[in-house]
């Protein structure tokens, strides 16, 4: 195997506890911008869901120094683009612009951190607060095959368990969310000790560690609430439900607990997913829509989260076809791996794809520095950038084999089904989305 690419990064931490990572790369006169907070839809409580979502909204309608969505015309005007997004465990705000820009984007995100409430408001909180129920709407309840991932995570963690409640939030809490109790998550939560800061991009690193250390450093840290607990991890049982939705044909979700992100299980499972599920050249593919033509599409993917992973398989029928038997061919081809281990073929294919994904991720600034902030956020160890594919290579065709025996082992599975309304057949009460 090839070594992995030197990358130059310098990691800090400023007296208020914010980490910076600077990752310093002249090849293009652009710099990306990446802060992470460690708090997402875990830190919140049941009857008090949807709050780290809906700051996600919140940072971008202005702080004391940044009028209402200036924060994008600020960007826009000199050619930059920014977003954020949400996550279980983690809420990011991201920006790429020029490098001589640099300033503009921190002084923007320092802002926002440390001056984000004096601008809050019960119409800011009213005017996003709709926003996240039509963006639920139209995502979740009105989408086709919408509430699956919700009723999956329910099924899979018990109601005290962090990731039991969706991302974005139940439809009661968000509509009773008062600006009290939203200002009060926003003190928790969003603190220079809570947060990475990552540089990726054309800047001198000492000159960058100065900028970030001005707008930042005067910003204060604090005591941080307790983090919620793992909470348990006991088998799940063999759950299922029939979800029945606005569709034309079934779709079969199976989930699997497994370890957490990071430790080696995971790795192990993640190469599994790629096995059976990544490319026309995998086995879930070429069994249920080349060969035997019942599937529309396959998938198998794993969920990088913090407390426990996720492996999710699911297929989409074809005209006709009926959910049992999409299940059953999804569970057949995961039995086959669990008897016999992978063909060595089907190995390299695997390692090939997940060293393809790993090296394309280099090649974005944007990526890159998001990755930089995952790797400090979750593990402090800014330096596996480029350097994680390494812990695929040691698991052999024998560990796949086992990792799919014990998805199978019985009180360890759960299965969603979406079917036509009407058509609820399936062996087990029915649910109304």
Known sequence: MTSPPHIPIERHQLDNGLRVVLQPDSELPL????????????????????????????????????????????????????????S????????TLPSNHLELGLWLESDRMGFLL??????KLENQRQVVINERRQRVDNQPYGLAHERLWELLFPGD???????????????????????????????????????????????????????????????????????RRDPVGQQRVVLEDDVHLPRVYLAFPVPAYGEPG???ADLLTTVLGDGKSSPLYDRLVQQQQIAQTTAAWIHETEFAGVVMLAATGRPGVGAQELEAALLEELEKIAHQPPSPPDMERALNRTRTRAYSDLQSLSRRADLLSMYTTYFD?????????????????????????????????????????????????????
Request: proline share 6%; with cysteine.
């Open 31 to 86: 710099v990306a911008i990446n802060l992470w907070y460690h708090v997402g839809s875990k830190n919140e409580s049941p009857h008090k869901t949807g709050f780290a979502h809906l700051f996600e909204h919140m940072l971008f309608q202005g702080s004391q120094h940044v009028g209402t969505n200036d924060h994008f015309a600020h960007l826009q005007k000199v050619g930059g683009v920014a977003n954020g997004s949400t």
């Open 88 to 95: 279980r465990d983690r809420t990011n705000y991201f920006e």
């Open 118 to 123: 004096p601008a809050m408001s019960a119409e």
């Open 161 to 231: 368990h962090p990731y039991h409640w969706p991302i974005i939030g139940y439809m009661e809490d968000i509509e009773a969310a008062t600006l009290e109790q939203v200002n009060q998550f926003f003190k928790d939560w969003y603190r220079p000790n809570n947060a990475v800061l990552t540089l990726a991009g054309d800047f001198e690193p000492a000159a960058a560690l100065e900028a970030v250390d001005r707008y930042f450093g005067p910003l204060p840290g604090g005591e941080l609430p307790s983090r919620p607990r793992h909470g």
């Open 266 to 268: 995971w790795y192990t």
């Open 381 to 433: 160890q800014p330096e596996l950038l480029g350097h994680e594919v390494e812990r695929y290579l040691d698991i052999g065709s024998e560990d796949l084999r086992r990792c799919a025996e014990q998805l199978l082992a019985a009180g360890n599975q759960v299965v969603v089904t979406v079917v036509p309304k009407g058509d609820s057949g399936q062996g087990s009460a029915a649910e109304q989305s």
